[in-house]
């Protein structure tokens, strides 16, 4: 190898021992270092992020401590906050949202793999990845306009009325609420679910379906029973990562959830989410305080985020890599 | 098995595999009908005044959001001018230079960025560009996008960068160009297609984002001169007017959303066209 | 590639060059209540003089408050005056220069509703107010509600209470005048910009509480009155300290702050909720603008007194077309000589 290097231009001898400004007149020096220096700055920002997140969120933690996570108060005349309002909308919104979404995601991509020729499911996925692209406050936009009416005239009457003494539908009707947010989290988080599902689905390698239709049964069967179950561990990575969307939503969900800091139980109810009330009181936060336990509430929602976002890739490889080795 | 049985379970089986096939065109029919009801609504607002004009007092008709799209214009020329250099370069690093270690940590501080919530980020660039000067700003919204911009600009660079052919680099090699000559003017451009559309992608995803220019750009009833003021912007100037009462603001919300999101889908077409039209690379 | 990266500097230059203008701009935000009279000022006033932008951004009292605190604004418009804590506040962030407080008009906060088949305006006593608000009157057709308004006919509805979601001066006035008027308030809820509410939905700003007053049936919120008018909903009459049913219009409004105007402290903060006077609306308030003592920069702090100046006389004259009523001579004589400690 020695014969070939030095047969390049510039390069120098290639035992080790060259002063610093030799190597630096090689012009690949200059280019790692250069390129070197634009890695770290992602590593610093990437830190630098998490640091004042941690700094600003003290007093909060210094103050209640643990009982941050499970006070339902939040009241700036008194000055005492509590995270639960903001954690339980953001989980009951999000629920809803996978309630509607993944049977309606997991369909989809079995249609997208299993039947749909070639051609067609590409058009489609293309499709679809353009439903992803659609920016928030287009949704919330649709959202104020059509799906709160909807909500108020269609869809309260006809759960209210046959089953308003269920807790979950109980109470008025406000249009904005639970429920609403829910909805229109729905359909911002299906292409996820769509897209990546059938990614999985297709790497089930073939042997298995064929296996399955072999020994009789329907194409449904064989479908339902034996190639999503195989997916199963990828399906469920999609779905952590429509979650991990779904969590950090904040245009959408702000303009449609009732900004209510209350827990309730029914689905109809006002609420809020942890980033709504950042969007709604971050600039107006008077006392360190207020401030700061607002940006522990966005501490909060970053690892949550960073948890579910970190387990659905997990997932999502394990899947694939079970569809090679099993041998396709 | 019982010729019954079998009838029943071939109608389940149609019956269930038909409504996969609704679930996919329901989802599909949601963006037509998104863009059928933006276009509708919105359509009939697109005026010479809606580009050109700047907002009326309240309550007044009239007026445009001159002031935003021009806004939202500089905003994401300076937040790809901000995080695409570093994400660009990075991707370069850990494609040609990086030994393992390094490498994983910034993988790693890459993916973190790209989970963090896009409110986090503004509280992020409230912290460090809003108050340390003073002022809401052009600059600081840039820098709120551009990091967001940085994460999918590092990993696909890096993804493309080493999926160019090996033989292409050792052709290079053997020519006699140093490393960074190979980068520069072989690798690169062979990699150009993938990094363009994934740059183009990022572009799309920040052009729509509203949460961190609320405590960034702030907003401006004027058009903004230079970096230093704060700006308005097309996707905030859509929130505030979504929610506010007054009938002539809903209006104008629609053009708006109707002109984001085609901004916004006409980039994503073009991007994937691009990726398709190119050289086979994998597709991230 | 390359090509590519000089037009983009290209174009980064030019705006910068053609953009870069010679006028001035002053940043302002804050309170929703006097934002549409503050709008229609900035833009008469550009008018007259283009080299000064006033650009001010309605995003309620609490982020006047806080951004003019932090300096990322020059100043800031409250309806809820900052209390002695806030104004220390100010004073430890700027080295010991303190905040003005400067009335612009007077306005009223208004009970407006939305009841499908109501649509003249309800009489409300404070007890139906504070019942209603602290979610202990849920329907409609209460007799705390209904009692005054014999003839009318409410549904059997539940009242969906609309709220602010930000920090909001509206807000404080309200709250202010139902601390006043009911003890149980006092104790339970208390006054301030940002509160935490028995009962109801949020709306951010003015413009959002109208907006779903508007648009949802059998809601119940409070707003300034030209929201409401602007918005043609209707708005109630609320009974006063001397036992009138009082709808608010600029008489009502003026005669409220008629005490106030003969006694106005030197710092302008005060309180008219809940006054005297037999034809006093008692839910009216003044709103003011925050204006730092010392600006750093001369350019900024003359425009700042220019217009203020401009406001107390010229401006007084438009204010009325949008429903808020002007302020009382001697309060427009006392500021005319506060400009002076601007520095």
Known sequence: MATTTTAL??????????????????????????????????????????????????????????????????????????????????????????????????????????????????????????????????????????????????????????????????????????????????????????????????????DQREAALALGSTRWESTWKVVVPFAKTGIMGSIFLALARALGETMAVTMVIGNTPKIAASLFAPGYSIAAVIANEFTEATGDLYLQSLIALGLVLFLLTFILNGLARLLIVLTTQKGSEVGG | MSNGRLRWRKFVSNFMLAMTGVCAFVSVLVLFFILGYLVFN?????????????????????????????????????????????????????????????ASVVRYAADLLNGVPSIVIGIFAYSLVVLPFKHFSAYAGAFALGMMMIPITLRSTEEFLKSVPRMLREGAMA??????????????????????????????????????????????????????????????????????????????????GLVLLGLVLIINILARTILSRGIAVPRS | MKRFAGLAIGVLALCAIVLADNALLINGAGATFPYPIYSKWFDVYHTKNPNFQFNYQSVGSGAGIKQVTEGTVDFGATDGPMNDEQLKAF??????????????????????????????????????????????????NDP???????????????????HRSDGSGTTYIWTDYLSKVSDEWKTKVGKGTSINWPTGIGGKGNEGVTGSVKNTPNTIGYVELIYAVQNNIPYGTVKNSAGN???????????????????MPDDFRVSITNPPGKTAYPISSFTWLLIPQKFQDAGKRDAVKNFLMWMLADGQSSVEALSYAKLPKEVVEKEKKAINNIQ
């Open chain 2, 175 to 256: 020519l006699g160009a140093s490393k960074w000559k190979t980068i520069a003017t072989v690798i690169v451009p062979a990699a150009y297609r993938g990094i363009m559309t994934a740059i183009l992608l990022a572009l799309a995803r920040v052009a729509g984002e509203t949460a961190p220019l609320l405590f960034t750009a702030f907003g401006n009833r004027f058009e903004s001169h230079g970096w230093s003021q704060p700006t308005a912007t097309l996707p905030v100037m859509i929130y505030t007017y979504a929610v506010s009462p007054y009938d002539d603001w809903h209006r104008q919300a629609w053009a708006a």
């Open chain 2, 42 to 102: 919105g359509g009939t607002s697109i005026n010479w005044d809606f580009f050109t004009k700047l907002p009326k007092p309240v309550g007044e008709a009239g007026g445009g959001m001159a002031n935003a799209i021009v806004g939202s214009g500089k905003i994401l020329l300076l937040a790809s001018l901000m995080g695409v250099p570093i994400g660009f370069l990075g991707g370069i690093y850990l494609a040609e230079f990086s030994g393992k270690g390094m």
């Open chain 1, 9 to 206: 231009k510039g390069a120098g001898p290639v035992t080790g021992s060259r002063s610093f400004f030799a190597k630096l007149r090689d012009g690949d020096e200059i280019a790692r270092l250069v390129t070197l220096l634009f890695a770290t700055t992602v590593v610093l920002i990437t830190a630098a992020l998490v640091w004042e997140l941690w700094i600003n969120s003290a007093l909060p933690r210094q103050k209640f401590g643990f009982h941050f996570f499970v006070t339902s108060v939040w009241d700036p005349v008194m000055d005492q906050y509590g995270a639960l309002p903001f954690i339980y909308g953001t989980m009951v919104t999000s629920a809803v949202a996978l309630i509607i979404a993944v049977p309606l995601g997991i369909g989809a991509a079995i249609f997208l793999a299993e039947l749909a020729p070639p051609r067609v499911s590409d058009t489609l996925q293309f499709l679809i990845d353009l439903l992803a692209a659609v920016p928030s406050v287009i949704y919330g936009l649709l959202g104020v306009f059509i799906i709160v009416p909807v909500m108020r005239t269609v869809i309260y009457p006809a759960l209210n009325k046959p089953f308003g003494y269920l807790p979950i539908f109980k109470g008025p009707s406000y249009g904005v609420g639970f429920l609403t947010a829910g909805m229109v989290l729905a359909i911002m988080v299906i292409p996820y679910i769509i897209s990546v599902s059938r990614e999985v689905l297709l790497s089930v390698p073939r």
């Open chain 3, 245 to 263: 049913f009082v709808k608010a219009d600029l008489a009502s409004v003026t005669a409220a702050a008629a005490g106030a105007a003969k006694e």
């Open chain 3, 91 to 140: 004073q430890d962030k700027h080295n010991g220069t303190g905040i003005l407080h400067f009335p612009t008009v007077l306005g009223a906060d208004v009970p407006t509703y939305n009841i499908p088949g109501v649509t003249s305006a309800l009489n409300f006593t404070p007890e139906a107010l504070a019942g209603i608000f602290l979610g202990k009157v849920t329907k409609w």
């Open chain 3, 144 to 162: 705390a509600i209904a009692g005054p308004n014999k003839g009318v006919s409410l549904p059997a509805e539940d009242i969906i209470v609309v």
